[in-house]
């Protein structure tokens, strides 16, 4: 149906006739006599409009604005007019009635279950992918392996150092204070080697790796994420796990127990030096570490360190897959793996601390 143009006719001389289709293309002519015209006090009988769109609505909120009243509008109309209108308050979304305790609690455990559930299936992808691996090491990424070893391996050494021989210092210099009161100085060699092998230096360089190397982990894959990357990795046919979380995996339990086990000779090299201020020679610390500490310390120190690596590396690579999209998803994924490495770094601990008890070692 053809439109027809809208048409502003006078009645008398405060009262006009406003009538026809009142849309973009049929308004246009009346802008200009709405505009050399005085409409203060009329009156605009809008009856005869047989259609409206926005165009035509503004055009009847610059009437207003000119002091004319609107009469007897369609429905329609009436609705565009009034949605220009600046004293109306904008819409504003109806709240949500507040939950019960017990419905939030019940969303918090669901939420709870769901991570488990997505956790126990990151783990179960490792190990197909881990055997997968080993019946095609030729297809296994041996240069990103080393590239990876080599970021968290090499890379870790000047912090490790730093912290390691400061922490045997600091540690010696402590003990060894309150024990020379009973003549006992000798004895902060023992607590020092015991202590730094099987319990501080694996501690120690988790958690800096936790900083470091797991927070490196959950922001690149973040950001991968983010970029669409690991989408485009699935659609040429690579299976992220085996790809991208594979060589990062290993390369954290394989240089974990390296680097704990040069943070410990870091420290206890930290250690010497001051037993040395006390008087005691070199030979004589090593013989009381040689005689206190034995091949199982030494052992349990490392496998733990192998473990707390492998939970660096699983934890930061899972966050960083589940990342969400945008630029702050990539912070919450970095925040959530070190909360949540340093939480379970503290119960692996305290389960090796309990097996250990129970072990007699």
Not at 113 to 141: D, V
Request: hydrophobic share 55%; glycine share 10%.
């Amino acid at each position: 149906m053809p439109l027809t143009e809208a048409q502003l006719r006078p009645t008398t001389a405060t009262h006009f006739e406003l009538g026809g289709d009142l849309t973009l293309a049929t308004s246009s002519a009346l802008w200009l006599r709405i505009q050399q015209q005085q409409w203060a006090e009329t009156e605009i009988d809008a009856s005869a409009v047989q259609s409206i769109d926005g165009a035509g609505a503004a055009l009847l909120f610059e009437l207003q604005q000119r002091g004319a009243r609107i009469l007897a509008l369609p429905a329609q109309g009436q609705r565009l007019l009034n949605a220009l209108s600046p004293e109306l308050p904008l819409l504003k979304p109806t709240p949500q009635p507040a939950q019960h305790l017990i419905t939030r609690f019940g969303s918090r455990v669901r939420a709870a279950n769901a991570n488990f559930y997505l956790q126990i299936s990151f783990l179960g992808a490792i190990c197909a992918a881990l055997w997968q691996s080993l019946h095609a090491l030729r297809r296994f990424r041996w240069r990103e392996f080393g590239l990876q070893c080599e970021l968290v391996g090499a890379n870790a050494v000047p912090i490790i150092t730093l912290i390691s021989i400061l922490f045997g210092v600091i540690l010696a210099f402590q003990s060894a204070i309150p024990m020379r009161q009973f003549g006992a100085e000798l004895y902060v060699a023992n607590l020092l080697g015991l202590s730094l092998i099987r319990e501080l230096g694996p501690l120690i360089t988790a958690i800096l790796l936790a900083g470091r190397t797991g927070a490196a982990f959950a922001a690149e894959l973040g950001t991968m994420k983010v970029n669409e990357e690991i989408n485009a990795l699935v659609t040429f046919g690579f299976d992220p796990i085996r790809f991208l979380v594979l060589p990062r995996l290993l390369a954290g339990v394989l240089m974990a127990p390296l680097l704990t086990l040069f943070a410990e000779v870091v420290g206890l090299f930290g250690g010497a030096l001051v037993m040395k201020g006390f008087g005691i020679p070199f030979a004589t610390y090593y013989s009381q570490i040689a005689g206190q500490v034995n091949l199982i310390d030494l052992l349990s120190g490392l496998s733990k360190a192998a473990i707390f690596g492998f939970i660096v590396a699983a934890v930061g690579c899972y966050r960083g897959l589940a990342a969400g999209n945008g630029a702050s998803a990539v912070g919450a994924a970095t925040t959530q793996a070190v909360v949540q490495i340093l939480v379970l770094l503290v119960v692996a601990d305290g389960l090796f601390a309990v097996v250990a008890y129970h072990m007699g070692w």
